[in-house]
T-cell receptor, first 114, second 111 residues
Framework: ETGVTQSPTHLIKTRGQQVTLRCSSQ?????VSWYQQALGQGPQFIFQ???????GRGNFPPRFSGLQFPNYSSELNVNALELDDSALYLC?????????????FGEGSRLTVL | GESVGLHLPTLSVQEGDNSIINCAYS??????FIWYKQESGKGPQFIID?????DKRQGQRVTVLLNKTVKHLSLQIAATQPGDSAVYFC??????????FGEGTQLTVNP
C-alpha cells in the first residue's frame, strides 16, 4: 500500500547475536530513514541515508549501522544484540523534494531478543 | 532535552463526534510539525503537517492547530468514524530531516 516493504516481519534472536533487517522503497525514493519503536511508544530516529550515504543519526550506538543500495533497497544491521533492542523497526522513505514529514513507512520488522 | 509529549494517552469518542488530540513540544526551534496515524500492525501514516509560520491548516476532515506561544499542537478530526480508531502521534522536525515523535494517543471510536 505504501510501496515500502520490510523483511522479515518477525524474528527472534538471542543476546549477543547480530541481525540484518531489509527494506525496499518505492522507485525514486532516494531518502530512507530507520526508526525503532518500543512497545507503547513513538518511533525513535536511528539514522537516515540519502544516495547511499548516511546523512543524519539519532542517539544510537555504532553497533547500529546501515546500508543503502542504488536499487532503492536498504539494510539495518545491529551487532551484539541486547535485550533492550527488542522493538519494531520501521523503514521510511520519501521522494526527492518531498517534505520531511511526507514519509512512507513500511509495516516494520518486529525483533525479539531473548 | 528535546521532547514531544501528549497530554492524554487515551481518548474515547462516539461515532460522529469531533475528536481533539493534543500534543506539547519543548523545542522552540522546531519549524515543522506532523501528525501520523498508526493502526495496529502497520507503520505510521502521514495525516497532515504544518510549518511554524502557520497557526492552522485544514485537510479532509482534519485540522491541525499550532500555538507557538505555549508550544502546543492539536489535531481535530471532524465526524469521527470507526476507521479513525488508531494511535495518533505528533512529530516535530528537530534538525535536518530528523523527526522526533511523541508517545502517542490511542483514539477509540465507539459506534
Amino acid at each position: 500500500e505504501t510501496g515500502v516493504t520490510q523483511s522479515p516481519t518477525h524474528l527472534i534472536k538471542t543476546r549477543g547475536q547480530q541481525v540484518t533487517l531489509r527494506c525496499s522503497s518505492q522507485s525514486g525514493h532516494n531518502t530512507v530513514s530507520w526508526y525503532q519503536q518500543a512497545l507503547g511508544q513513538g518511533p525513535q530516529f536511528i539514522f537516515q541515508y540519502y544516495r547511499e550515504e548516511e546523512n543524519g543519526r539519532g542517539n544510537f550506538p555504532p553497533r547500529f549501522s546501515g546500508l543503502q543500495f542504488p536499487n532503492y533497497s536498504s539494510e539495518l544491521n545491529v551487532n551484539a544484540l541486547e535485550l533492550d533492542d527488542s522493538a519494531l523497526y520501521l523503514c521510511a522513505s520519501r521522494g526527492q523534494g518531498a517534505l520531511a514529514g511526507e514519509l512512507f513507512f513500511g509495516e516494520g520488522s518486529r525483533l525479539t531478543v531473548l | 532535552g528535546e521532547s514531544v509529549g501528549l497530554h492524554l494517552p487515551t481518548l474515547s469518542v462516539q461515532e460522529g463526534d469531533n475528536s481533539i488530540i493534543n500534543c506539547a513540544y519543548s523545542n522552540s526551534a522546531s519549524d515543522y510539525f506532523i501528525w501520523y496515524k498508526q493502526e495496529s500492525g502497520k507503520g505510521p501514516q502521514f495525516i497532515i503537517d504544518i510549518r511554524s509560520n502557520m497557526d492552522k491548516r485544514q485537510g479532509q476532515r482534519v485540522t491541525v492547530l499550532l500555538n507557538k506561544t505555549v508550544k502546543h499542537l492539536s489535531l481535530q478530526i471532524a465526524a469521527t468514524q470507526p476507521g479513525d480508531s488508531a494511535v495518533y502521534f505528533c512529530a516535530e522536525r528537530t534538525s535536518g530531516s530528523r523527526l522526533t515523535f511523541g508517545e502517542g494517543t490511542q483514539l477509540t471510536v465507539n459506534p
